[in-house]
Every structure is written in C-alpha cells, then in structure tokens.
C-alpha cells in the first residue's frame, strides 16, 4: 500500500497557478479620469423631471438641469441662474439671467427657454398652476430678462420655484420643453453642471455623467441647491444594485464609493470597514404616514379618525420600522421637524404612546357597528411592510374591526386610486413615505389637499382647510405664514386629515477616498472630491 | 430528421399564439398600474388618467391586444411604457450576461455532476456514493443567495481574488469576464450539480444491470471503457434531458443570483418589469422565454438519436 506524501512540488505548482489566476482575475485597479461610482436609492428609469414626481429622476434631473433659483439650508430662496427684483405691487417679478449659462449643446440659455420650461412645468406642479392660476403674462422682455406678471399677489412665489421638493421648475432648451406635459421628452439637454451620457444609459442598470466643462459656477459657497456647483470628478457614474448587502460588500471591498442608503440592520458590516464612513447626509429625513378614506365608512366619520388617531403610536410604528432610536424622532409636526413651519400643536394623541382606552370609548361614542376597515399592506417595499402590520394590531386593541390584505406595492398604488367602497375593491387605510421637503409646506404637501375628488386618494372634501391654506398662500411674511401653518397643523390633527406617524432617517455610506459631501436633502454631486486614485 | 425538425418548428406556431394571448390577459387582470410608476407617489388622480390615456391603457382589451400582436409579429416588440426605450434593446444588452453565465454554470455542472454520478453508480452503496449523494442533498437544500454570500465572503472580500458584483462582457477580456462570471456560476452550480448527479446516478445504476454489460465485462473489456463508453452513452438520454431543461431555467430563473452578484442580466429585467407592470418588456420577455425552452427541447430531442441509436424519428 503506498504512503501518502504531500506532493510538495504540485503544491507550488498549484498555489503558483492560483496566484496567476488571481492576478489575472483582480479587478482593474485605476481609471485614466476620476470617476464616482454611486449606488442610488432606485434606479433611474423616466428621465423627464416634470413627468414624474419620483425621487430618482428629481436627483437625476439636479445633476444636467439647472433652476432659476434654489432653496438654501435655511429654506430661503437664493438666485441659482438668474437674480430678481418684485415691484412694490408685489405683482411683477423680474428675473435677469447671468452671464455665461450655456446647454450641454452649446447653445446660449435664453429668456425664452425659460419662458417655455416654467410654462411645462406650471401645468404639471400643483404649485406652479396655483401661480399660473394668477399669472397675467409670461414674457421674455429680451435674451436675458424674463418678466412675470401677475393679476393679484401671490407671496409665496419663489418658493414654490426654489422648493427642492417634487417637481423642481428645471430649464431646458426651448424646443424640449414644448413637448406636451402629458408626454415625455426625449432629449436630455441641461445647462447643469452635469452632462448626460446618453451613449451609457442602461435604464435600471446604469446612468453616467460626465462634468460640463463650460459650466459657469456661482461664487458662493454651496447650500443645499443653492451656491457654487463646482465639480471636482469627470464622471459620476449611478449603478443600481436591487441587493443592498451586495452593495455594501462592494462598498467595504472598493468597488464602488457611496451607498446613498443602507438598510440601518447592515449597518454593523461597515462599521468593521476602516476605510467606509457612515454618516447622515440628508439632514431632514423621511416622515412615515397613514391615510384614511373619507369616502366611506368608518373613517368617513371624524370621531372615528380621531379613535385611530389615539389607538396608534408614532412610538411603537417608527420603532418596528427601524429598530434603532438611533434613527427615529418622534415628531408631532405634520410640516416636520426642523423646518420652518414646524409646530407641534393637537400632536399629543400621536406623539404620546397608545390610548387603546381612550380610543374605545370614542368609537362608542361615535357608534362604530364594527364597519371592517380594509387596510393594505405592500409586502414588497421594505420600507412601507412594517407599518400596516402595527397600526393593523393597534386599531384592533381599540376596538376596530382590521381587515388587512397583503398585496405588492402596485397593486396598492392602483387601488388606492379606486374610489368604489372598500368591499368593492375599495380601501380605508393605507400608508405611505415622504421625503420632509415634499410636506414641508401647505402648498406642497399633497395631504393638506381638501378638494375632494381634486385632493389626493383619500379625497376629503374639506373647505375648512382649502381656506386655511389661502391664508397661508396670502400671508405677507414669514411670521403670518407661520401662523397660517400652525393653524393648517391644528385642523390637521383634529379632523384626521392624515396620520403622522413620526420621522425617520436613512444613513449613508461613502469611502473615505470621496470627501466634502456637502449636506443636503438631495444627493448632489457637485463639490465633492476623490483623492488616492 | 429533416421533416421532424420542421414539424417540430411548426408546431411552436400555436403554442407561441397561446402563450401570448395568455399572458397579455393575464397581465391586464392582474392588479396595478404603470401610469402611477411613471407619475409618482404625488400624482393625482386626474394626472394618472392623463397618462394612462397616453399610453393606451385605457383602450379596449382587444385594441391593445390587436395594436401588440401587429407589432410583434413585424419584429417590434414595442417600447417600455417606463423609460420609454425600445424592449428589444433592452432584452439584447441583457440577454448576453445571462447567457454566459448559464453557459458556464452548465459547463462547470457536466464537467464535475456526470464523472460524480458515473462514479457514485460505479460505487453503488459505498462512501463514495454516500459522499455524491450527500452534497447532492446539500445542494437543493441550501438556497443560492446563501452559497452566494459565502463564496462572495471567501474569494471576494477576504482573498479578493474577484471582485464582489459586477459583469462584464467577453470583449473587456478573459479575465475581467472570468473574474466576475466565475463565483456566479459556481453558486449556481451547486444545484445544478446536485441535479445532473443525481440523475447520472440513476440513469446509469439502470443501464449497470442490463445483459450487455455483464457481457462487456465478462469478455475482460476495461471498467473505464465498459463505464464511459457503453454505460454512460445509453444512459445519456434522461441526463440529456435536465441538462437542456436545466439550460432554461437558468436563462429564464437567475434572479436571485443577479441581484446577489448585480448581474444586469434577463431575470432581474423580468421581475423589474413585473414590479413596475410595464407589459410590453413583460409580454416579449415570457415570448422570449417560451421560445427558448421551445428551442431548447428541440435541440435535446436531435441529440437522443445521436447518444441512443435505437432512436429514429
């Protein structure tokens, strides 16, 4: 029988090969020009920003657009492309374009291009029709100066066009933005900051762009979208991973440069990286939300909206959503937290844990008869699973008959469109995310909507609140609109208009090689820099 | 041969025409709505409509139907209803990573399931087939994302030989493609691996105990020779048979390994597409799929007649 020797020489022989291969394999180390590689939240498949209120193409839209003017870190309006002045009349606003703006395709930025784009986009933003709804003229006075009339006053004006939220008013050329706002474009010319490659785009795969070497930037120093947008790389490359352990793994491994958003249950992986910072870059966050059918019962009655209210628990729902306090606030405030019409006023019911109690014996008082209330639950969405599961068992702990039904996201989002009676195929809660900038503001946030079947799913019809917002849309000054609001957050809270279920923040992840993110709630890629490679 | 291939091909005809007119209704009674991906969480109701009006979704079933089997049957699979690119495109950069891939999976599996089931049925009842028998087990047991992360684990992050995720085409070069085609292929190996094992095993314990065997080993013909020449060829057919049905799955079931390994392959194009209900990418993926397995089928059934001549058609 022959013994068994290490076979010293096929073992170097071995070890000399897989070396080789490994050597062989190793991913290439450098590239001739500084690029990004970033994993987004989604990935980017419309390319019209004014087709589609998707975060995704909001971001996208920042990178090649640029705006009129933007909305620094203090949400106050700052010039962006153009300067203003406003009559004393308040009724017209005159905007002067600066020096150097220029496409993707070499042409000059015009008064009239930007004449065309806020017209597109003033039939789509809820926002931009209310001022076209005013709006005497839209003019190009000559290349540079756009004048915008209006027949009364509208106070609000810039912000709106300065928000960061849904829907930003982006220039394009003027032949693009002809195209019909029910349509989308198909040629994707900015004058931003960043170009577009179109030769690269892998809809749901990939989307790189390259830096604009003619952009002009401002001088100031950069806040949120407003200020200097200069650009440091050559390219910024988004590469959508649906995996975010694998993009994590790619992270920690060197492959790719930021994560825009990691599960917060990863988050131990890369804390073991030393060359990965996770940080908060967004400083505002996300608000959770429940919202009810005011079309049919039960929720069609106010004491009973004011039950739900007290049977949840901002507390017990954000906890469940996100594990950590770490990355939760309960916050009272339906125009959220650290904004500038923040107020917690009637929040108490939400904010303070579950009243099963005090619940119960409202729905009694309201003569509740056990009306099932049909709630859905995406069970496709991380981020939307959780919270219908809890509310689900909180109603029933006060009494509520829950008839919870698991579905994918879109099955929700068309059902939720369906105004036929809950037993039809019908619904009476479901729940939903935003970002804070998209419900910051009364003009804004779709919720605070009460013209029926004009509001959003839900549809109440509430001229109560239609009034309190035309206040807040004429107040003259910031303290008036801040009055305006709180009393918006008062009606809000006690008629049910919606369930603030509280913020939440998702972290994200960049390697140390990348540096002077700034802060924004917008992923922007300007000012940034990449050492070592 | 030649008229069974023809036949064989025209009989795809109406199996194709079922399945089309299947799956677009299916798909028109399956609730959502991809004029709400398009808009957004913010959009109103009266914006939907508009899109959707757009689109053409709220036409009769049969406009629809009519409108995309015209376009079909001219070679035009359409446009996605979300971005807006022709679904042939689409499906073209996304068929090749997934084809290769399936290729080498299938490669790799052959190279190592047929000697271990030749071998485990040579071995009948030992630790040899006991061996075989048992990473079978393992290999239907544990699910691919798992084998993914821990070959991802070993080889990428702590040796990094290769790189986590990623795909990249034959023409960047060997290595690149290898680099990251090659863990992959190996997490999808184990199965089908265990699969092909299997199935040589039994295919060939079967052929082992017929007369012509006995008969070659008592005429002193050498084991190796009685095993791979006159036992694996009759035993061919079934392992034949899930190699090719395996070859399919593979092309039209890797989801889980593309996102694991973020190859931008078919699979995660179809269950996008189903998530978003965009049905023009949907309808032309599961046409596509149908006409691969159809392909395929044909394909295993030509080669019987070569590994089997009492075969005839």
Redesign the interface.
Known sequence: MPTLRPNIRGTRRLAAALLAGGALLAPAASFADTTITAVMHSSLRVLDPVITTAHITRDHAYMIYDVLTAVDENFQPQPQMADWTVSDDKLTYTFTLRDGLKFHDGAPVTATDVVASLERWGKRDSGGQMIFDVTASLTAADDKTVVWTLASPFPPLLNVISKQSALPPFIMPARIAATSPDETITEYVGSGPFVFNTDAYEPGVSATYDKFEDYVPRDEPPSWMAGGKVVNVDHVVWTTMPDNLTAINALANGEIDYIEQIQVDLKPILDASPDVTVEMRDPLGYVTIGRPNFLYPPFDNKKVRQAALLALSQEDVLATMMGSPEYYTICGAIFGCGTPLADETGSEPITSGAHPDEARALLEEAGYDGTPVVLMQPTDVVSLTNQPVVAAQALRNAGFNVDMQAMDWQSVVQRRAQQSPPDEGGWNLFFTNWMIPEISDPLINVMVNGRGDDAWFGWPDDPEIEALRSDFAQAPDDAARKAAASKIQAHVMDNVNYIHLGEYAMPQARRDVIDNMIQSPVPVFWNITKDGE | MLGYILRRVLATIPVMIIVAIFVFLLLRLT???PA?????????????E??R??LGLNDPLYVQFLTWAGQTLRGDFGT?L????PVSG?IA?RLGPTINIAMMTIVISVLLAVPMGVIAAWRHRSWVDFLVMSFSVLGFSVPVFVIG?IL?HIF??D????????YKPLSDGL??F??RA?LPSLTLATIYVALIARMTRASMLEVLGEDYIRTARAKGVRENVVLFRHALRNAAVPILTIIGTGFALLISGVVVTE????I?GIG??TV?AI???DYPVIQAMILLTAGIYVFVNLLVDISYSIFDPRIRY
Request: glycine share 8%.
């Open positions: 609730p959502g709505d709400a991906i398009l808009a957004g969480d913010a959009a109103t109701p009266a914006q939907l508009r899109i009006d757009r996605s979300i971005s807006n690119t689409m950069s992360y991802i990428a992050i040796l990094r030989w290769v790189p986590v995720q990623g290595g690149p290898l680099a090659i996102s694991v390994f973020n931008p995660r194009l996008d998530l978003a209900r």
